[in-house]
């Protein structure tokens, strides 16, 4: 029975101060390293486009004044040549641009994803106690897809938009610089409406990430309990909080769309009244009298085309935004403090004798002990069966022995040396598992007995362990044998199919230290004790701490301890216990009255 208790609040690693939004970009685009030429080759199309912008002004300069001066026979071949060269020139600046920066944006997200996973094997069991699945795949998918749009799309726009708008303004600068300075001059008033928007911009994208994360938590906790929701009549309550969950994520989308929306139009007037000023002052003949018709024509075009530049780059403000929000999490999650391993004893095999020492133990962030003054010795070979109550701390118990979870008072040893010693792959090297809530994984029955450090083992191996486990007759009976797939956590076989491959694969495993968490409670009476024969065998000469509700399975154990509110109220061996007429005696009468006659 799994009776840990869950932390009551998530753990969380001790954060440094927030980091602004620039430190935070700037570490995303460390990422980029690793793909400069791609980087290099995307900046090169962007220079080509953005080079082309102020050639169309200066084209168009030279149009008018050849018209102006009746050379247009002069200029009749070489003008269509030329458009169409700034048009092959850009359009294959806009080819390596994008492509390119694709490949940088492509390969980012691939390493985020897998430096994510590459992380989240790493963490201490509390995290995975204290955070929805569905809320850690969000992460995983939704915030690493925020990060393909501020590199793609933000970075584009700066470099080939940045890059038009710096041209265009040389353009202007060098035909009339004293106009020129009068269009900067609204330069600081778009700065204070985008400092504005990025602000609200980024609040926004960090709510719309908590809100799809709870969109994906109740969807998530829905499809894996879909048969209780339709047995207690829960797809109404369903259906209502899936709505709330998306209803506040389509109120902070609208949000943020609204706040776009209001920025565009206010940047585009600003830059409206700057041209109206400018074109004012232009038509002044003390300040174009030095300029023929075409640079006053060429000057105008390119003032008016900063226009579509500028509002491009503080429309992409807003995905800017959303990318470092998206960073910030995802770096939150890099950052956290990875499971602890400071052991520096090394081991090939160990003999298995453990040893509980005045060992008490809580849960991270719980206020109340779930193990209390924890002493017990369990010699190498033994079998120690732990039996009370739901709740009681026989998993917690168990879950000790392969550090789950640091002991902070008292201690546990094994073979005489604390296990936080011992190197933590090595220590769990030594130790077989059987869950009372099976997990297998999304492959074949091979893979699944043959899983981890197993992977390697030979097909005679894994149908000896199959054999042992009762689970080879079944496996026969199967079209694919061993090549037959699961289905995600074991979905296509029974309770007690799926119980009897994670039987084989502890048995595969062969390790001193075998833990059993009710390791026979989905088998059928039959099947149970075809089982609990194989068990039995594969307990000899190997310690073995089981977890049991039904007595009847444990009662040629070496040591029985009976745990309630997390003490160790009573041990010895059966005959012991029923002669001391305790807690065991009574729990013992309970469950065989209750067998009919």
Avoid: C
């Avoid at 694969?505 to 059928?524: F, Q, V």
């Amino acid at each position: 029975m799994q009776d840990k208790v869950t932390p009551s609040s998530p753990q969380q690693a001790s954060k440094p101060a927030p980091q602004s939004g620039a430190k935070i970009y700037f570490r995303l685009l460390g990422y980029v390293k690793s793909s400069w030429l791609y980087l290099l080759l995307s900046i090169l199309g962007y220079v080509m486009y953005s080079a082309m912008e102020p050639a169309l002004a200066a084209l168009l300069k030279h149009i008018v004044d050849v018209v102006s001066e009746g050379k247009i026979t002069e200029s009749r071949l070489l003008i269509p040549l030329a458009i169409l060269a700034i048009f092959v020139v850009r359009g294959i600046g806009t080819f390596l641009g994008g492509y390119f920066m694709a490949q940088v944006a492509n390969k980012v997200v691939f390493d985020l994803r897998t430096s994510m996973f590459n992380k989240l094997v790493l963490l201490p069991s509390s995290y995975y106690h204290s955070i929805p699945t569905g809320r850690l795949l969000a992460k995983l998918t939704y915030d690493t897809e925020q990060v393909i749009g501020s590199i793609t799309q933000a970075i584009r726009v700066i470099l080939r938009e940045g890059l038009t708008v710096v041209g265009l303004l040389s353009y202007m600068i060098y035909m009339n610089w004293r106009l020129s300075l009068l269009f900067l001059l609204v330069v600081p008033l778009i700065g204070l409406v985008v400092s504005y928007a990025s602000k609200r911009f980024r609040r926004l994208s960090t709510r719309i990430q908590n809100a799809m994360g709870g969109v994906t938590d109740v969807a998530s906790e829905a499809i894996k309990g879909h048969e209780v929701v339709k047995i207690f009549g829960g797809s109404r309550y369903e259906t209502e909080r899936f709505y709330k969950a998306a209803y506040e994520n389509r109120r902070s989308q609208l949000k943020m769309e609204k706040t776009k929306s209001l920025n565009v139009p206010i940047v585009q007037f600003i830059l409206a009244s700057a041209m109206a000023i400018l074109i004012w002052f232009a038509l002044s003949p003390s300040i174009s009298s030095n300029m023929t018709p075409g640079d006053f024509i060429a000057f105008i075009t390119a003032a008016g085309m900063l226009g579509k530049p500028i509002r491009q780059l503080t429309d992409v403000n807003s995905i800017l935004q959303k990318g470092i929000a998206a960073s910030h999490s995802i770096f939150d999650f890099l950052d956290m403090e990875e499971e602890a391993d400071n052991g520096t004893v090394s081991i090939d095999r160990l003999k298995g004798s453990i040893e509980w020492k005045s060992m008490s133990f809580k849960y991270p962030n719980a206020e109340k002990r779930a193990l209390k003054n924890i002493n017990l010795s369990l010699p190498a070979g033994k079998t120690l069966a732990l039996v009370g109550r739901s709740g009681s701390g026989k998993s917690t118990m168990a879950n000790l022995i392969p550090r789950f979870y640091d002991i902070e008072d008292g201690s546990l040893t094994i073979d005489g040396i604390l296990i936080d010693d011992y190197k933590l792959t090595e220590l769990r090297s030594n130790i077989a598992l059987v869950n009372q809530q099976v997990v297998l994984f999304n492959g074949t029955i091979r893979d699944n007995i043959a899983y981890g450090y197993l992977r390697d083992a030979s097909e005679e191996d894994v149908i000896a362990a199959a054999k042992a486990a009762n689970a080879w007759g079944f496996i026969q009976e199967l079209d694919e044998g061993l090549d037959t797939m699961v289905g995600e956590n074991g979905v296509l076989l029974s309770g007690g199919q799926r119980q009897r491959i994670a039987i084989a694969r502890a048995i595969l495993k062969n390790a001193p230290i075998l833990i059993l968490d009710e390791a026979t409670s989905a088998l059928d009476t039959e099947s149970e004790r075809a089982i609990q024969s194989a068990l039995d065998n594969l307990m000899e000469n190997r310690t073995t701490i089981a977890i049991a509700h039904r007595l009847s399975t444990i009662e040629n154990a070496d040591i029985i301890a009976v745990v309630d509110h997390g003490e160790i109220i009573e041990q010895g061996s059966h005959s012991e216990l029923l002669a001391l007429d305790g807690a065991y005696a009574q729990l013992h009468n309970q469950q065989f009255s209750e067998i009919p006659a």
